[in-house]
């Protein structure tokens, strides 16, 4: 019984207050604007902020979380001339003693950039060319399209073959088919895979490129660069660009991760000429980063939530003087300062909820248009849903208490007399 008389006096309520907001439509609409500018800022800031995390973790995660990277740097010529007896780069020999480091490295990989000519393509055609091995297309988690990936008999005997990128694959045509050959410098190599990979990871904060653009890349087995004129091969050691290097588990990287950096720092005499990027670690900052960057501008959205419901207590407050008669006869017929109350905190919510709704409509339209035509990765979740509409909600109650509070306070016989 008591749940059934509240629910109609709530209705009740809310019906009288609708009432009253659609006897001024165009005076309520104006009300709400900032309202709806503010949900639809903070529904699209996290749309957007949601979206471009998304993509970023997944381009990290494909690096593997469990994979720590190490790249050649190419130091400065005054540095390495200076160095020139010390500083030996990535090599070979760097991953014979990176797979007895620990026990808990199960994989190797490791690949060399290469400067080679390729025919039949056009001149806006430059595939990034590399020499890799075996393991390095598994561990990097590509999908192949068709055909296979570079095997170990095809490292060991130096067979010309050759992986293509989906995208190289598809401009150079017939001769990207599975089977075609391919002229790379003087030596001729058959197409024995294509692969299909992912847009590389860019990280402003740190100015670099974590991923490669695999789609637009020619691989050959390590060794066969040789053939090519590319490098040379002394006491069994090679110049390398970069190695992968995999953990039995992503929980232990961090563990691991100094041991390899020592490891490395006694094998290249204390010299850094090699970047270590840990795929574990980027992940975490990129998390905290867009953390940050969704509360900043978060808060630049509710700004103008809070402008809105400073407009809508400040069209409540004209309206008490416009309504004193209205008030004066609630109040002489029976009316509480509660209902007084109620009444204009349900005036508030409706008009907040209302712009709410509206907000989360316009947010969805621009998130679409920004995602259509900006070409910018956008997400659209119940969090973004409910908080920006929670938020409205708040702030009309906010708005609405000082307002509902001065109209209870009125004096019935005196809002009868001055009416």
Known sequence: MI??????????????????????????????????????AVFAILSIGEGAKREVLAGISRLGLDNIILRRIHLPKSQSLSLQDRSVGLQTGDVR??????????????????????SGLSGQVTPQVVACSASYLPLQGLALRSGRFILEQDEQQKNLVCVLGETLADRLGQQGK?????????????????????SPVHLKKTGMVVGREVNEMLFLPFGTHLYLGQGSEKNGVQALDEITVKMSDQGIVEAILPLISRTMELSHHGIRDYQLVVPRQLMLQARKTQRIFNLVLGSIGGISLVVGGIGIMNVLLATISERTREIGIRRAVGATRQDIIAQFLAEAILLT??????????????????????????AITPYGIIVPLLTSVAVGICAGLYPAFKAAEMDPVHALRSA
């Open 178 to 198: 599975v089977g075609a050959r391919l002229r790379i410098e003087d030596q001729l190599f058959v197409v024995v895979g294509i692969v299909r990979g992912a």
């Open 3 to 40: 749940f059934v008389f509240r629910r109609k006096y709530l209705g009740g309520v809310m019906q009288i207050a609708l009432g009253s907001l659609l006897q001024n439509r165009l005076r309520s609409l104006l009300s709400i604007v900032g309202i709806i500018c503010g949900v639809s």
């Open 353 to 378: 909820t209302t712009g709410g709704i509206f907000g989360i409509f316009i947010g969805l339209v621009c998130s679409w248009s920004i995602a259509r035509f900006a070409g910018w990765s956008v």
């Open 97 to 118: 003693i990176l797979r007895s480091a620990s026990p808990a490295v199960v994989k190797v990989a490791y690949l060399k950039e290469l400067q080679v000519r390729v």
